[in-house]
């Protein structure tokens, strides 16, 4: 098969159908969450919160699913507490990073900073891993847990609680009150708000922007985060701590005496402090088709994974649906054929590895040899492994077509000179002058199923420089531990961060092995999991700083589901 511009031209055009569609359809959401695989929920997570695109419109959206959810754990609240991984969860999850993140870094950071700089300070109460002083530590862990309560209980902390996230836990409530019971409706409220969005924040305020910048949480401070996150955990679930952490038992009192405070908290933010039941936020506003920015919003994968899934369970749909079905048949009939783009790629988080693909690169003249690819966001890769170093560069820029023989692992991208730009050149690849021959790139990969993952790279990179042309490179000053600084280029790859030298490989790290990269002026702090002491890296001008900032964060998020 081949693909050229006019392909992805026409999904463009078509995907606005789709969108449409599934901003509408709750109910078809609801019955493909119960049956698709789990590893497509967060793709279509995410999808889901792109297509529905304001607030209102992704709560709308959520009484469908909570429905589906509800009754896939049938008498049972805390399969939806424990199964973290399920669609509903997912794109609750989105739905509260979206509204809720300035509100967590705000709250959380004075308590966190303060504990972070007490390096020394450890409140360990596991009897296997203390010796000394433990009735000084349990005291240590009540009293840091109860400030950090006050303080989340306090008057100007409730004040602050977006409304958006007040009106989710409020739908929450009041579906599985009605459910279930109140008895029931009340951890879960606690489970969403504190387990799932204060806790993390707690626990990994590094991740999550909560610590300053420049600034490191260490061991011992990690581990009081850990324990005070308990300590919440088990208030939010109004139980005691028992047998299965026994060194917790004497932090009971502490449970005790805080559980009804928490429960008339919890009960609070269900409810519309300005007193007019969420009507303003519950109230979707109609999509415009036509916005230029709407498909910017999306990655090719998510687009893709929303095609397929209809297509793929068509039948399975047909049967559940009945005469609903039918517009999903419409759809399904009029777009073009999904881009091949698979699942997820699944990632050891403890053990991350750079993706890249072995190759033999056969040039014009037939000449074979042996290389590695990898894609940029704007760009594929030719790299010499053993001499660690790119010998070329392709951009999308100067792509005209894609092949893929049906029966070969081969994948011939055709490009010729970058195209002339003051001319208006719109569209995914290139127009050429008339007569002007395309230069084909042959790569013979190990086998058809790496050729199709090395093809659907390739066609999420030109949606996305499609939607958003990004930098992919930049020039700074890199200090090492030992204060000497080195001239180095950044290059983002579509999942590591490569350390270079002129055209030489020193160092790539992997995106999930970043905990926290933040800026200061010019310079750029990156910390990397395990390491004491943040990476500086020094950039031109502090707008440099913030876009490289922001583009390894967004290579981050790709990858944080393993955190």
């Not at 902390?157 to 599985?176: E, Q």
């Not at 014009?364 to 010998?391: A, F, M, Y």
């Not at 702090?525 to 395990?530: P, Q, V």
Request: aromatic share 8%; net charge neutral; glycine share 6%.
């Amino acid at each position: 098969m081949s693909w050229t511009g006019e392909y992805f031209e026409q999904l463009r055009h078509d995907y606005k159908n789709l969108i449409a569609f599934y901003r509408n359809a709750g109910e078809v959401c609801a019955t493909i969450s119960n049956n698709i695989p789990a590893s497509e929920y967060p793709g279509l997570a995410r999808f889901l919160l792109k297509a529905c695109g304001d607030e209102p419109s992704m709560l709308a959206l959520m009484p469908p699913l909570l429905d589906a959810e509800f009754s896939f754990a049938k008498n049972d609240i805390t399969t939806f507490m424990r199964e973290r991984s399920r669609l509903p969860n997912r794109f609750t999850g989105e739905f509260i990073l979206h509204t809720s993140s300035e509100f967590l870094v705000n709250t959380l950071r004075p308590f966190v900073t303060d504990l972070c700089q007490q390096r020394m300070l450890t409140m360990e109460v596991d009897y296997d891993k203390t010796v000394s002083d433990l009735e000084k530590k349990q005291e240590l862990l009540i009293e840091y847990s109860q400030k950090l309560l006050d303080h989340l209980l306090s008057d100007a902390v409730v004040a602050a609680i977006p409304r958006p996230l007040r009106a989710l836990l409020g739908l929450l409530y009041r579906t599985a009150r009605e459910k279930y019971s109140e008895e029931q409706a009340i951890p879960l409220i606690g489970n969403v708000y504190i387990l799932r969005f204060l806790n993390p924040g707690l626990s990994v305020p590094d991740y999550y922007g909560v610590l300053p910048p420049s600034m490191t949480c260490g061991v011992r401070s990690r581990r009081n985060l850990v324990l005070i996150a308990k300590m919440l955990q088990a208030l939010s679930n109004g139980v005691m701590f028992g047998d299965k952490e026994d060194y917790m038992k004497p932090m009971n009192p502490f449970i005790e005496k805080n559980f009804a405070p928490v429960r008339a908290h919890l009960l609070a933010l269900t409810e519309d402090p300005e007193g007019k039941d969420f009507a303003d936020i519950l109230d979707p506003t109609p999509l415009d088709l036509e916005d230029p920015a709407l498909m910017n919003r999306f990655q090719l994968r998510e687009l893709a994974i929303a095609h397929r899934l209809l297509s793929t369970h068509g039948a399975k749909l047909r049967g559940l649906l009945g005469e609903k079905y039918a517009p999903v048949a419409a759809l399904v009939e009029m777009l073009p054929e999904a881009p091949r783009i698979g699942p997820e790629p699944w990632y050891n988080p403890k053990e991350p590895r750079v993706k890249e693909y072995h190759v033999v690169k056969v040039n014009k003249k037939g000449k074979r040899q042996n290389r590695v690819i990898k894609l940029t966001l704007n760009s594929l890769l030719n790299i010499d492994k053993q001499e660690q170093q790119i010998k070329n560069e392709l951009l999308v820029s100067e792509m005209s077509a894609l092949m893929a023989p049906a029966h070969t692992p081969t994948l011939v991208i055709v490009h010729g000179n970058p195209p002339d730009i003051s001319k208006d050149t719109p569209g995914y690849f290139p127009h050429r002058d008339k007569g002007e021959d395309g230069h084909p790139r042959t790569y013979e990969c190990t086998n058809i199923r790496i050729r199709d993952e090395v093809l659907g790279e390739v066609f999420e990179m030109i949606w996305a420089y499609h939607a958003k042309p990004v930098p992919v490179a930049y020039d700074l000053v890199k200090v090492n531990k030992y204060g000497k600084r080195q001239n180095r280029v950044f290059k983002l790859t579509r999942d590591s961060v490569m350390n270079m030298r002129g055209s030489h490989i020193q160092t790539e790290t992997h995106f999930a092995t970043v905990a926290a990269v933040q800026v200061e002026g010019s310079t750029l702090y990156m910390t990397i999991e395990g390491e004491d002491s943040p990476r500086e890296n020094i950039l031109k001008t502090p707008e440099l700083a913030e876009e490289l900032c922001r583009a390894i964060k967004d290579g981050m998020r790709r990858f944080e589901s393993g955190r």
